[in-house]
């Protein structure tokens, strides 16, 4: 075990969740327990994500595959990643694949090229979600997921899409840019949005082999310079390197190719990054948590004792009132939840009356940049031309519709993030309202755990273009060779662009399909958040008075003893308490 002041932390931290598990076992309440293992089991799971992006072909999986110390991931000449794949540590490989679907299937590591590249999964036609490899690295902490992400930039869309939606999810990035050529306008345009969501980017400029040391000094000025404009920070550190000859270092096993790679400086402040800085931030939302949930406990036993002192038939009576006050507080949350529902609806009528007005100047556009295409591919065989009409279709639709895509997309999130939080602060003022009741009907108050939560559900959104031929049709384009060459070329442009409409019509309706299910899962995820958090006031209540209300029949010689254990217990909390504050203290000076 390593000794750093990190290792001391995460030693409190699990001396500290055994201690919680241990005191939450001494207090008579199951929702206490629940919760206690609930806190636990998210502490033990806490990730880390550190996210490789850049543009392809920059040499993100070779940087991977060094930090693995292994050729696991394929790398090549042309675009590969076409998938989300994430690396986590374990003690003996292991291989899932995610499909959207649902369906998790382990496969041998001879496999992995079938379902995270664009030649074993072109265009991502298997459905794959998300690739996750177990993996027994110690390049990195063990609470560490690296992620690999599709290069943007490159034809293939889809990918650029996968990859802009993982950004909000990163804890840091590693952007990986290269020699060949410095830094592009797509490169540009993507740190431009990492940085508004990430605060911890280190910059490596790789293939530095390729190039002198003079071209590099100027290479690397110039990155920094217009880094600086788009992040406008001062402090930017660029580390340039061979990933390549740093892994084959590695494999050789040779000290002195990777000291001739250059990466043993970006090695060495990453693991110092995450040795020192990111360990504070996770330590310290870990503290945090563990606070919050000794409070509930605190104020449970509180007002327990307090109950205790309240007379058997005032008991009853405001119990009574109590359970009335609840079947109220059901009916309301039902109906925020239908109304959250009515203006979900809303926002997707908004989508649709805007999408209608964008419709014809996507036909217009589209068909007119066919017909201007047209004469560049009508010398070429009659099969030929519809091949490459269609290639053009397709690009030209993917273009167009990523323009508009993007605003509605962000206009969609934006309505639907306010909506979401204008519904919690009613969940919340329902919460608020129990415990005030809880408070005026029986003098009590209670706490409960608040975990954070981000409703973010991922896009799926995949292009449909084109008419595909049956196995048992005949391509009508086989009839235009008996015809003359121009009413032939008629037919031909013709049919593709009939496709235009059915494809905008088809692309639209995907488009609001994909909205429309990721606000579902989204509502989903609040309204089960949100019942949680109804339900943990409500039984932390309901179990107190159940115990006061049984305790009523135990004799007098017995509820002291139970108020005397009680008020040790009690005791140990506020020791608990008082040491996990003064750690917060000493981390946050």
């Known amino acids: 075990m390593r000794d750093t002041a990190y290792d001391i932390m995460?030693?409190?931290?699990?001396?500290?969740?055994?201690r919680i598990k241990n005191l939450s076992e001494e207090i008579d309440s199951e929702s206490i327990k629940r919760l206690a293992s609930s806190i636990e089991e998210k502490i033990e799971k806490d990730a880390f994500y550190l996210v490789v992006l850049g543009q392809f072909k920059r040499g993100k999986s070779t940087l991977i595959n060094y930090m693995l110390g292994?050729?696991?991931l394929p790398t090549g000449?042309?675009?590969?990643?076409?998938?989300?794949?994430?690396?986590?540590?374990?003690p003996e490989i292991k291989i899932d694949v995610i499909f959207y679907n649902g369906v998790k299937k382990e496969i041998p590591v001879d496999e992995l090229e079938l379902y995270c590249t664009e030649k074993g999964n072109p265009k991502n036609q298997k459905g794959v979600d998300t690739i996750e490899i177990g993996y027994p690295f110690d390049f990195l902490n063990k609470d560490v997921v690296i992620v690999d992400t599709p290069g943007i930039g490159s034809i293939y869309q889809h990918n650029t899409d996968v990859t802009y939606e993982f950004v909000d999810k990163a804890d840091a990035v590693i952007f990986v840019l290269s020699v060949d050529p410095p830094i592009t306008e797509v490169e540009k345009r993507f740190l431009?949005?990492?940085?508004?969501s990430v605060d911890k980017i280190f910059f490596v400029i790789n293939k530095c082999d390729l190039t002198n040391r003079n071209e590099l000094e100027e290479i690397v000025s110039f990155t920094k310079s217009v880094i600086r404009d788009i992040t406008k920070k001062e402090n930017i550190n660029i580390f340039p390197l061979s990933a390549k000859m740093a892994l084959e270092g590695k494999v050789l096993n040779s000290r002195e190719v990777i000291r001739k790679s250059g990466i043993e400086i970006f090695e060495e402040e990453l693991k110092r990054f995450l040795r020192e800085e990111k360990e504070k931030v996770q330590v310290l939302s870990n503290l945090k948590s563990l606070d919050s949930f000794l409070e509930v406990c605190k104020t449970f036993l509180e007002s327990d004792m307090k109950l205790r002192v309240m007379p058997l038939k005032q008991l009853?009576?405001?119990i009574k009132k109590f359970d009335e006050f609840l079947d109220k507080i059901n009916r309301n949350k039902i109906e925020i939840y239908k109304l959250?529902?009515?203006?979900?609806?809303?926002?997707l009528t908004s989508f649709d009356e805007q999408m209608e007005k964008i419709k014809k100047e996507l036909i217009m556009s589209i068909t007119k940049k066919i017909k201007d295409y047209y004469p560049s591919v009508a010398r070429f065989k009659r099969l030929k031309q519809k091949?490459?009409?269609?290639r053009y279709l397709e690009e030209a639709i993917v273009q167009e519709f990523e323009f508009q895509k993007r605003g509605l997309e962000k206009y969609v999130e934006g309505q639907f993030a306010i909506l979401l939080s204008r519904y919690c602060e009613k969940i919340n003022e329902l919460i608020k309202s129990i415990k005030d009741t809880a408070k005026e009907l029986f003098s009590i108050e209670i706490g409960y755990y608040e975990g954070l939560q981000r409703f973010v559900a991922q896009s799926k959104f995949t292009y449909k273009i084109g008419y595909e031929v049956g196995a048992l049709e005949i391509d009508p384009v086989y009839f235009t060779y008996l015809l003359p060459k121009k009413l032939a070329q008629k037919i031909i442009l013709k049919r593709v662009l009939d496709r235009v409409v059915i494809d905008v019509d088809r692309n639209i309706g995907r488009i609001r399909y994909d909205l429309l299910r990721r606000m579902e899962e989204s509502f989903e995820t609040f309204k089960t958040d949100m019942e949680d958090k109804i339900s943990q006031v409500c039984s932390l209540i309901s179990e107190l008075l159940r115990s006061t209300r049984e305790d009523f029949n135990k004799n007098k010689s017995e509820l002291e003893r139970k108020m005397a254990y009680n008020q040790k217990v009690l005791e140990k909390i506020i020791q608990l308490k008082d040491e996990i504050s003064q750690v917060i203290v000493d981390l946050t000076r």
């Open 77 to 90: 000449v042309l675009p590969l990643t076409s998938s989300i794949t994430k690396i986590y540590y374990s």
């Open 387 to 390: 091949e490459y009409l269609e």
């Open 192 to 196: 431009l949005k990492i940085a508004e």
């Open 70 to 72: 292994t050729n696991l």
């Open 340 to 347: 959250f529902r009515v203006e979900m609806n809303d926002i």
């Open 316 to 318: 009853e009576e405001n």
């Open 10 to 18: 995460q030693q409190n931290i699990k001396n500290f969740t055994h």
